[in-house]
């Protein structure tokens, strides 16, 4: 039948294009012969056409079994306008009432419909599997098919009922459909579906346009995001977290910050979702902050950036995610930001899942910290992820191959790991092989008697953090491989066998470090941090100079801390001085801040800085609001270890709290627990040592008083002294 059919005329008349892309004449023909088929198609290849077209073409209605509403809705409409037939289109879903049900039913009764849409929790239901039993079915299409795979990154158990539907139904060809499988996932759906002998269509996954960066994710993630989006002012972008109270709150940080977004997750209702995208798509808004809900429905070709505000659970996820940028060929940033502690944080969220999922769950995400952690090029990685070789050493798009770091020779490396590798009978995974070349005595290699192995210790007297990068390098390089049914598994190939008998130079680059201390203020690459030291310098002249002049100690003026990111930021207003941690409102009222912003802004005049006044960034975090509610209950003489209990923090963080209160320039009066809780003489004696001290730290106090005093009764005298002292 195929060849009967002038495809390209076809796609003329149906369509409007002129041209098939890559491999879609080729699957349309598979299609139109009969035949099951599986095509894997990167986001934005073209995929919808490949079912489309055919529907139109053939004898019956195709069934188009897809998880997505939105996405359905959104399809049928297209068809609906190219079409001069009523009814060509259907969905069959939750969101229709039983007089629109009828509807779909008697045009497809009628022979009108040539597509119909169905969610697989429809498809099971009995009286749409009776009424499909006595409709002509041309193929079945299973879009998303990865949902089938419990290795996919969006696994639907209810997609596992699809074949035996089928099979009640009546047996048609069958076209399954995915934008990201990795070999794994698709001899998965291949089985699942009952089309192992399918004829496989393959595009590559490459994006060159894509430009693809992971960065340190420290406490001033906001402010680099800000910074970022200021940088591509008024280009549209998609930012990604995990959970949707993230969403809300960046959303309304960026917000703050004159940036035109909005949050959008399953917990909104839909009306605001659709909404939501409308004003993407129309360009009422610029910046999309949403969980992984958002981007399947929509069809924007010009989204400049995706960021991931916290590392995905899987590098399909991924993939998928960052395949929402560039669509048009243009300009897309993928830029990811990456901590271990998200990573526990995930890890963790699997607990109390069956086994066999956290097992799955916690090698994917394995899978997306190596890609986050490696110095290689991380094109090559996704691309060798999804089983495609990319055969550049630089692809000269990511941020690993723009700042190559040193290659170190590691051949003699590489023999140990494979050497142990094939002594464990190549039936375990990376950890377990890193642990084994280490010589740990873990209880599974004690269980499995490996430590009485000779290779077991053998990489003992190499640097530990050598063997994660080698391995995955050595995957990457063709020694070994990772087994499809038995997922991670690490296998010796050919390659493999033969470098241990004859071993040749083997370079390879170590990871990327990422230091856990969030606290440091450090930029990315490590270096130090953006302190103008002149002009810090001059600053604490000043507050010496005031200090003097006020008979106060320094730090009650501001603290280092304060002036430190004074000289980092350049505050030229007091409304600019506000955002520097430590100063509030109270303290900008005082004569003297006016000092520092005109000493900042001469500087800046006479050196010719160039302020990145974008750093500037205004924040509307909940703390505020704890702030406030802690300042309403001082107020009312509510006892400071009450206020604890009924906030559920500790009293040490409620201290943390009122320091931060009375430090950025608001008066607090706790007498009234002092006088509770002290003894008077006590509170005299170290109100009068802040006096003289020429510091506020509490371990110098904690040293000078003497053990008579608890640290509890330093800090709460020293908020006193603040409070009366400084505002």
């Given at each position: ?37 599986f ?22 209605t195709?069934?188009?079994i ?12 297209v068809i ?13 879903n939750?969101?229709l009432?039983?007089a ?12 009108r419909?040539k ?10 239901k ?25 290795w ?19 047996n ?9 499988a990795?070999?794994?996932?698709r ?13 496989e ?95 399947m429905?929509?069809?924007k ?7 991931h505000?916290?590392?995905?659970k ?21 830029l990811a ?10 890890d963790?969220f699997?607990?109390g899942?069956p ?36 055969h ?36 375990f ?25 000779d ?9 530990d ?62 270096g ?14 000043l507050r ?31 409304d ?5 941690q430590g ?10 801040a006016?000092?520092?912003?005109d ?8 050196n ?7 750093l500037r ?7 505020s ?39 950025s ?5 706790i ?14 004696e ?19 008083l ?9 800090r ?6 603040i409070?009366?002292?400084a505002?």
């Amino acid at each position: 039948m195929a060849s009967k059919v002038n495809l390209t005329e076809a796609l003329k008349k149906n369509f409007g294009f002129d041209t098939f892309k890559g491999d879609q004449e080729a699957i349309i023909r598979n299609v139109l012969d009969g035949n099951d088929t599986f095509v894997l198609m990167p986001t934005g290849g073209g995929k919808s056409l490949c079912y489309q077209l055919p529907s139109l073409l053939m004898e019956g209605t195709a069934v188009v079994i897809s998880p997505l509403i939105a996405l359905m809705k959104n399809q049928v409409d297209v068809i609906s306008n190219l079409s001069d037939v009523e009814g060509v289109a259907h969905y069959l879903n939750s969101s229709l009432n039983k007089a629109a049900i009828d509807r779909v039913k008697t045009d497809i009764r009628d022979g009108r419909t040539k597509l119909l849409y169905v969610a697989p929790e429809s498809l099971t239901k009995e009286e749409n599997v009776e009424f499909l039993k006595t409709v002509k079915i041309s193929f079945y299409a299973i879009d998303e098919a990865h949902c089938i795979s419990e290795w996919g990154h969006d696994f639907r158990p209810e997609y596992r009922r699809i074949r035996p539907i089928i099979n009640e139904i009546g047996n048609a060809p069958v076209i399954a459909l995915t934008a990201t499988a990795t070999d794994k996932v698709r001899t998965d759906i291949k089985k699942s579906l009952g089309i192992l002998n399918a004829m496989e269509f393959k595009s590559s996954f490459n994006r060159p346009n894509l430009y693809y960066e992971v960065r340190q994710k420290t406490k001033d993630v906001d402010k680099d995001i800000i910074k970022f989006i200021r940088q591509h002012q008024g280009k549209s972008g998609i930012i990604y977290c995990l959970s949707r109270k993230k969403v809300e709150e960046l959303s309304d940080v960026l917000k703050a910050n004159d940036i035109k977004s909005a949050p959008y997750h399953a917990g909104l209702d839909s009306a605001t979702r659709s909404q939501t995208q409308d004003d993407f798509l129309m360009e009422r808004i610029d910046v999309i902050v949403a969980t992984i809900a958002f981007g399947m429905g929509i069809d924007k070709p010009d989204v400049r950036f995706v960021i991931h505000y916290d590392i995905p659970k899987s590098l399909e996820g991924y993939y998928q995610e960052t395949g929402r940028a560039g669509r048009d060929g243009g300009e897309g940033i993928c830029l990811a930001f990456y901590s271990h502690k998200d990573l526990q944080k995930l890890d963790k969220f699997m607990e109390g899942k069956p086994v066999a999922e956290q097992d799955i769950g916690r090698q994917l995400l394995q899978e997306t910290a190596a890609y986050a952690e490696t110095s290689v090029c991380r094109r090559k990685m996704l691309l060798h992820y999804f089983g495609e070789t990319y055969h550049k050493d630089n692809c000269g798009n990511c941020d690993n191959c723009l700042h190559p770091k040193k290659e170190i020779e590691a051949t003699n490396q590489l023999v140990i790991a494979l050497k142990a590798i094939q002594s464990i009978k190549e039936n375990f995974r990376a950890d377990y092989v890193e642990d084994f070349v280490k010589g740990r005595e873990t209880d599974e290699i004690i269980a499995h008697k490996h430590h009485l192995l000779d290779e077991f210790g053998s990489g003992e007297d190499e640097n530990d953090k050598i063997w994660s990068p080698l391995i995955r390098q050595a995957v990457l390089a063709g020694y070994l491989k990772k087994e499809v049914e038995n997922y991670g598994l690490l296998k010796l190939t050919s390659e493999g066998k033969k470098f241990i008998k004859k071993p040749k130079s083997f370079m390879i680059v170590e990871d990327n470090e990422f230091t856990e201390d969030e606290e440091s203020g450090m930029e990315h690459d490590g270096g130090t941090s953006a302190l103008d030291p002149t002009l810090n310098a001059m600053l604490v002249d000043l507050r010496k100079k005031i200090s003097k002049k006020l008979d106060r100690p320094p730090y009650v003026i501001f603290q280092d801390v304060s002036l430190e990111q004074m000289a980092t930021d350049y505050p030229v207003t007091l409304d600019e001085l506000k955002n520097i941690q430590g100063v509030g409102e109270g303290k900008v009222k005082h004569p003297y801040a006016k000092e520092f912003v005109d000493l900042i802004k001469r500087y800046c005049e006479e050196n010719d800085i160039v302020r990145q006044a974008d750093l500037r960034v205004r924040t509307v975090a909940k703390k505020s609001m704890l702030k406030v509610s802690i300042i309403q209950s001082i107020d009312r003489q509510v006892a400071l270890d009450d206020i604890a209990n009924a906030k559920g923090i500790d009293f040490d963080e409620l201290l943390d709290e009122v320091e931060a209160i009375v430090y950025s320039g608001t008066k607090l009066n706790i007498d009234y627990f002092l006088d509770e809780v002290m003894d008077e003489d006590h509170v005299d004696e170290i109100y009068d040592y802040f006096k003289e001290s020429e510091t506020d730290n509490i371990e110098t106090a904690i040293e000078e008083l003497g053990e008579d005093y608890s640290e509890d009764e330093i800090r709460l005298v020293r908020i006193k002294f603040i409070s009366e002292m400084a505002n």
